[in-house]
């Protein structure tokens, strides 16, 4: 759980342009005090100073705070062929997956490198993320707006395979 202060910012998915050390993706819906009103933000939001939505009041998020070790734990890699299909996945106890999906749409067609490790998302049975050795490895790759969603939705996956009592990546 992280604290998150008066004045933080927030910003949906479609909304983040880029991701910073010190910033904050969302792993469960979070409702938050946005000018006066009440507004219920989905899991790969991002607190960070870049967004323009004000919080309001202190609040308590589930989340995982960007730090350079985590930025130095996900390998991507550009695919080497295009693969069109539906997301699998793999890892359902990983709710930003299913965010994931929903931002990705149906049928997908992208750029896909098979990935080594478990397997936590598929493309038409190609492993396109996995977790080897505390790494995650990304295998896909759009060139559009879309690889945002696979940066946040990847370093995401830090929250659930951290310690609870520490955040810090070996």
């Known amino acids: 759980m992280t ?3 008066k004045g933080s910012k927030i910003c949906r998915p479609t909304e983040v342009k ?3 050390i010190g910033d904050t993706i969302i792993v469960y819906p ?3 005090n946005i000018n006066g009103n009440i507004i219920t933000f989905p899991p790969l939001s991002l607190i960070s100073e870049k967004c323009g939505n004000e919080i309001q009041n202190i609040s308590w998020i589930e ?3 960007i730090n350079e070790s985590i930025f130095k734990n996900v390998d991507f890699s550009e695919g080497n062929e295009y693969v069109e299909g539906e997301l699998n996945i ?3 106890s990983i709710l930003t997956a299913f965010t994931l999906k929903q931002l990705l749409g149906k049928k ?3 750029r896909a ?3 080594t490790g478990v397997p936590l998302l598929s493309l038409d049975k190609i492993p396109i993320i996995s977790l080897e050795n505390g790494k995650v490895n990304v295998g896909i790759y759009f060139m559009d ?3 945002i969603y696979i940066k946040l939705f990847s370093y995401s996956i830090f929250y659930y395979i951290l310690s609870k009592s520490s955040e810090e990546v070996s």
Do not use: C, F
Request: proline letters at 4%; a positive charge.
């Open 3 to 5: 604290y998150v202060d």
């Open 18 to 20: 880029n991701i910073e």
């Open 30 to 32: 979070v409702s938050l």
């Open 63 to 65: 989340g995982i705070r």
């Open 90 to 92: 793999l890892e359902p």
């Open 108 to 110: 997908i067609r992208a």
């Open 113 to 115: 490198k098979k990935t």
């Open 145 to 147: 707006y879309r690889d």
